[in-house]
């Protein structure tokens, strides 16, 4: 039975591309680059959203996906919803490639958006 | 020698506190959490250091240090040193108890100023 709180809370959902098999360090740089940007085109353009989400604590959640198709197809269903997403990609200065895609972000949205696309994906 | 750009490169620096034992998901939670608090607040007081981060990448580097009390001693120096700091408290839902500072979030700011609080720490 699904909790009517949970629904409707604002969270947002970090996406690691676990090809890559960044190290740890290097995967939550990457996680906040997604956090940050996310919270900062929220500030700008979902004000409501952003104030409920820093007031419940900004909630966020890091999960995985293995492939870049597996990101695509993520980000795909996050725009279909309307929900706001960014992909990731690093400067290259170690680990990965100049301008490969790291993470998928997601939100901040109400958990009732989120969860259908990402609910089932294993946490980092 | 110390390259002139890299000293006045403008950079974030998360220190995970590394006795607590987190898991990598939760760490990378944590250290987002930093970082969007520290984005946050530069954007709103120190709107030309927050540009010129955000203008070169959002430069973050994720260290380590043991006990809260380093995390304490880190925090002394960077306020000493009139730079942005936070301490994350995490909810506490899981893996510690709530309150539990988890990281210490010092910049945005020039790697001249944070390099000889943060240089010497361990890469997470």
Redo the contacts between chains.
């Keep these: 039975m699904r909790d009517r709180n949970s629904a409707d809370e604002v969270k947002m959902v970090?996406v690691?591309r676990l090809e890559l098999g960044l190290?740890?360090?290097k995967?939550?740089?990457q996680?906040?680059?997604?956090?940050?940007m996310l919270?900062?085109s929220a500030?700008d353009r979902r004000g409501e959203v952003y104030s409920e989400w820093l007031r419940a604590?900004?909630k966020?959640?890091?999960v995985t996906a293995r492939t870049m198709e597996d990101l695509q197809e993520l980000a795909r269903q996050a725009r279909a919803r309307k929900l706001p997403s960014v992909l990731v990609q690093d400067?290259g200065l170690t680990e990965v490639a100049p301008g490969t895609v790291t993470v998928l972000g997601i939100g901040p949205g109400p958990a009732r958006e989120i969860d259908p696309i990402t609910g089932s994906l294993p946490?980092?």
């Design positions: 970090l690691l190290s740890p360090g995967a939550a740089v996680v906040a680059h997604a956090a940050v919270a900062e500030r604590g900004q966020k959640i890091v400067a946490l980092y």
